[in-house]
């Protein structure tokens, strides 16, 4: 039996699988777990062959969000903001890693849950995925963007009604407003995550870091600023793009293309 709370699976080609490993306890957020996934998120940064992570849940859950448990117990406390301390916020991490992220999302997301799906740049989902928003009903603000994140993603009036009443959304209709890119069979959702993995690691490793910077950071501003954002790194990047570096990248999207 693995006793660690968050096992590591790491694939030559350039992925990383990180599974949320508490699975008796939905894979609530104690502190331990987060401290390691936080740790695990920023080793994986550091190296160089991992380029794009997977994250999902162990057993029927991808994570029931923070474990009330051990803050009831007075074991933990909320301390800055929900999430605790920075070297120890998952969510912060993730936003530290330069790469794609895959959320693998296999079962409910509650919460803090949800917002670590919310954290991933990507969103699969099995039929047995459901979200729900529990901060109202618990007393607890959120501290990893769900009141920001979720009304940007399926506008201000679906997120209202998610926050507001705590209700659960399940996977169908979340792909339908549009937090959840598709929802996949169980048996395969790994699968799909890994071949999607796939398709991001043919990229070129440095577009695949700057273009998501410019997706995101550009996201976060009003359209005229993300667009002049653009303009200027566009500038920038493609100052040092050779016309035999484009041609020969040509080739291998045509052949690709053809196969």
Same mark, same amino acid.
Request: with cysteine; proline share 4%; hydrophobic share 50%.
């Given at each position: ?7 590591? *699976?790491? %694939? #030559?080609?350039?992925?990383?699988? &990180?599974?949320? !490993?508490? #699975?008796?306890?939905? $894979?609530?957020?104690?502190? @331990? /777990? ?13 190296? #160089? ?18 474990? &009330? ?36 999302? !296999? ?56 926050? /507001?009443?705590? !209700?659960?959304?399940?996977? *169908?209709? @979340? ?5 959840? $890119?598709?929802?996949? #069979? ?51 990047? $493609?100052? %040092?793009?050779?016309? *035999?570096?484009? *041609? ?12």
């Amino acid at each position: 039996m693995n006793d660690a709370l968050v096992l590591t *699976e790491i %694939d #030559p080609a350039g992925c990383a699988l &990180l599974t949320l !490993n508490r #699975p008796a306890a939905l $894979n609530a957020l104690s502190r @331990a /777990l987060m401290a390691q996934l936080a740790v695990a998120i920023d080793t994986l940064e550091a190296d #160089p062959a991992v380029r794009v992570l997977i994250l999902t849940g162990a057993g029927k859950a991808f994570c029931a969000g923070l474990d &009330l448990k051990e803050l009831g117990s007075g074991q933990a406390a909320l301390g800055g903001g929900e999430h605790g301390v920075a070297p120890r916020d998952p969510v912060a991490a993730l936003q530290r890693f330069s790469g794609p992220v895959i959320g693998a999302i !296999n079962g409910a997301a509650v919460t803090g849950g949800f917002e670590l799906a919310l954290a991933c740049d990507v969103l699969l989902a099995s039929p047995a995925a459901r979200f729900a928003d529990t901060h109202a009903r618990i007393g607890v603000a959120p501290g990893w963007g769900l009141s920001q994140k979720l009304s940007r993603a399926i506008g201000i009036y679906r997120a209202r009604e998610l926050s /507001l009443t705590g !209700n659960w959304v399940g996977a *169908e209709q @979340a792909a339908a407003w549009g937090f959840v $890119n598709r929802v996949v #069979p169980a048996e395969h959702l790994l699968d799909e995550a890994r071949r999607m993995a796939g398709d991001m690691l043919s990229c070129l490793p440095e577009m695949l870091v700057r273009y998501k910077a410019i997706i995101d950071d550009g996201f976060a501003l009003p359209f005229g600023e993300g667009m002049q954002l653009e303009k200027a790194r566009s500038r920038e990047f $493609n100052a %040092d793009v050779g016309a *035999e570096a484009i *041609e020969a990248r040509r080739e291998a999207v045509r052949a690709r293309n053809r196969s």
